[in-house]
T-cell receptor, first 113, second 113 residues
């Protein structure tokens, strides 16, 4: 099993640019989570999907952030326009069913200059 | 609202010594509790979890944790630390039957020779 795959692993962009982060969950998993990790705020849940449907997006910081899951094997997190305070490591995780382990991807380190 | 407190930001332990990482949670009922480990540049890996039953749970890599309802704690222990255990450790809490987790701020473990 390849695990959760995230791309790119590193992204450096200028303020105002659009950024798209990608995630491929583990095959067969039906829930997907996007997290953001920073030194100041730790690990925060941004949004999660169940069976491709967004269930809770209360953690999305503002309208500049959007997430989609067009099918069971792919999700995107988009930031438009990006700002320096968006610099963080963004993790994707997936799980099968409730009450089970969340499997994390390696993360995307985003730097906005 | 549920919350997790990890009071120790950094802990240094000598190789071969015992380890205890503290975790306190705030939740209205018995939650699901987790410990994750994050090595540098990596995603989070589940060490162990508590859902119900025996309050002493065993995990991978020789770790164990004990749920103490009266103290709202879920401390992580290991009898003998190895240099490869140096990493950041996160405690997380979630409501039963649900997947939305709240993470603590993490404890960074350093292992001295």
């Amino acid at each position: 099993d390849a695990g959760v795959i995230q791309s790119p692993r590193h992204e450096v962009t200028e303020m105002g640019q659009e950024v798209t982060l990608r995630c491929k969950p583990i095959s067969g998993h039906n829930s997907l989570f996007w997290y953001r990790q920073t030194m100041m705020r730790g690990l925060e849940l941004l949004i999660y999907f169940n069976n491709n449907v967004p269930i809770d997006d209360s953690g999305m910081p503002e309208d500049r952030f959007s997430a989609k899951m067009p099918n069971a094997s792919f999700s995107t997190l988009k930031i438009q326009p990006s700002e320096p305070r968006d610099s963080a490591v963004y993790f994707c995780a997936s799980t099968l069913g409730q009450s089970s382990e969340q499997y994390f991807g390696p993360g995307t380190r985003l730097t906005v200059t | 609202a549920q919350s997790v407190t990890q009071p120790d930001i950094h802990i240094t332990v000598s190789e071969g010594a015992s380890l205890e990482l503290r975790c306190n949670y705030s939740y209205g009922a018995t939650p699901y509790l987790f410990w994750y480990v994050q090595s540098p540049g990596q995603g989070l890996q589940l060490l162990l979890k508590y859902f119900s039953g025996d309050t002493l749970v065993q995990g991978i890599k020789g770790f164990e944790a004990e749920f103490k309802r009266s103290q709202s704690s879920f401390n992580l222990r290991k009898p003998s630390v190895h240099w490869s255990d140096a990493a950041e450790y996160f405690c997380a809490v979630g409501p039963p039957g649900f997947q939305k987790l709240v993470f603590g701020t993490g404890t960074r473990l350093l292992v001295s020779p």
